[in-house]
């Protein structure tokens, strides 16, 4: 089992910055891709960024040339740097886990809240 916790959310303004941090448990169980999901209210959770083992990334069209997603393999810790933030980017941001590089993540975090005022 792989337990997933999130930090780094909050309240900022249209046009700031806010990073995201994800630390996976110590596990035997090897990681491949680590990602990032947001929700928002009324809506279906949607990708929006992942990032493999081997450093290949994904991104949502909506977040391309804003948002970079990094992370440290050694501390199974995946990082998500957002600029230029937006009043739609507003959502729960959930941090996710697989075994594969590519497919439904296999672990959740517990969600942690991004709000971007007007």
């Known amino acids: 089992q792989v337990q997933l916790v999130e930090s780094g959310g909050g309240l900022v303004q249209a046009g700031g910055s806010l990073r995201l941090s994800c630390a996976a448990s110590r596990s035997t169980i090897s990681i491949n891709s680590m990602g990032w999901y947001r929700q928002a209210p009324g809506k279906q959770r949607e990708l929006v960024a992942t990032i493999t083992r081997g450093g290949t990334t994904n991104y949502a069209d909506s977040v391309k040339d804003r948002f970079t997603i990094s992370r440290d393999n050694a501390k199974n810790t995946v990082f998500l740097q957002m600029n230029s933030l937006k009043p739609e980017d507003t959502a729960v941001y959930y941090c996710?886990?697989?075994?594969?590089?590519?497919?439904?993540?296999?672990?959740w975090g517990q969600g942690t809240q991004v709000t971007v005022s007007s």
């Open positions: 996710s886990a697989g075994i594969y590089a590519y497919g439904s993540p296999a672990w």
